[in-house]
């Protein structure tokens, strides 16, 4: 609606822009509001300039990875919830800080398990905006 302001407010980070735009479009669909980057640099710079209820993260991005992004959000004390969506092997995870990732979803996915998810995190953890 025009002239509504949104519930909350996501970062998706991912360097693919078929699933950058199809999870902005799911995420609009429950009233949220979305920022993206496809890359880590970018996304920092969006971190350091808003504040989102939750970040959608791929850990494979070029520019800063998630890894380098998570601690980031770590030194700058950020309590943003985070959703690693990624095709990173398990083991890769095991050094994923559980304070600030939530969830973690792997590539493939499904999408309304997803924004399901992702909503439930906002609802949960998120700031109103």
């Not at 991005?61 to 601690?71: K, L, R």
């Not at 996915?109 to 992702?118: K, S």
Request: aromatic share 4%; with cysteine; hydrophobic share 45%.
């Amino acid at each position: 609606m025009a002239g509504v302001a949104r519930r909350h407010r996501a970062l998706i980070v991912e360097d693919d822009a078929a699933i950058r735009r199809l999870l902005t479009k799911m995420l609009g669909r429950q009233d949220i509001s979305v920022d993206s980057a496809s890359d880590g640099r970018t996304a920092i710079e969006l971190l350091d300039a808003n504040h989102y209820s939750v970040i959608v993260l791929d850990l494979m991005v070029p520019g800063a990875n998630g890894f380098e992004i998570i601690e980031h959000l770590k030194q700058s004390g950020s309590s943003t919830p985070v959703v690693v969506v990624s095709a990173v092997s398990q083991r890769s995870l095991t050094d994923l800080d559980l304070d600030i990732v939530k969830i973690v979803v792997g590539k493939p996915f499904d999408v309304d398990e997803l924004t399901r998810a992702i909503v439930s995190l906002c609802d949960e953890y998120g700031k109103e905006e």
